[in-house]
């Protein structure tokens, strides 16, 4: 079997399966998918599922730069993640702090209703990068308040 009836074979199970094309593009393309080498924040969660994501975020002056997810998990979580991801990405941290449920499921366009946890995973990972990063943050200027006394 080819990879483009491979593909199509996929597609046309995701479709019946409810996912949206923009999902299945999601999952097909892996855009994304990766570690950032020397990045500013690296958070891994698992879900209750099982599935696991971990995000990479360059930042610097309070942006997303960069952002890249690996994902550990069926074809709902990889286009969550990917989308999640893109997302995030150009935005300011306070921006996207602001991505909620709403945002991701209206990019991902239509995920089967028993895939709905992997857009909360993605979403939560993201969530929980963004306040890690945060923390670090705080802690370092502290720190460096702390030390100029």
Not at 66 to 73: E, F, M, N, P, T
């Amino acid at each position: 079997m080819n990879e483009k009836q491979t593909n199509d074979d996929v597609y046309t199970m995701l479709s019946e399966s409810g996912y949206s094309d923009k999902a299945i593009e999601y999952f097909q393309a892996r855009e994304n998918i990766g570690v950032i080498k020397d990045a500013e924040q690296i958070t891994d969660l698992t879900g209750p599922c099982g599935d696991t994501m971990k995000i990479s975020l360059s930042i610097e002056d309070g942006k997303i730069n960069d952002a890249k997810i690996q994902v550990l998990g069926c074809p709902g979580a990889v286009a969550s993640g990917c989308a999640v991801v893109k997302l995030a990405k150009g935005r300011s941290l306070e921006d996207a702090s602001k991505i909620d449920m709403e945002v991701l499921y209206r990019d991902l366009e239509k995920l089967p209703d028993k895939k709905i946890h992997c857009a909360r995973l993605a979403l939560k990972t993201l969530q929980k990068a963004l306040e890690e990063y945060e923390q670090k943050d705080q802690q370092n200027v502290s720190n460096e308040s702390g030390g100029n006394n």
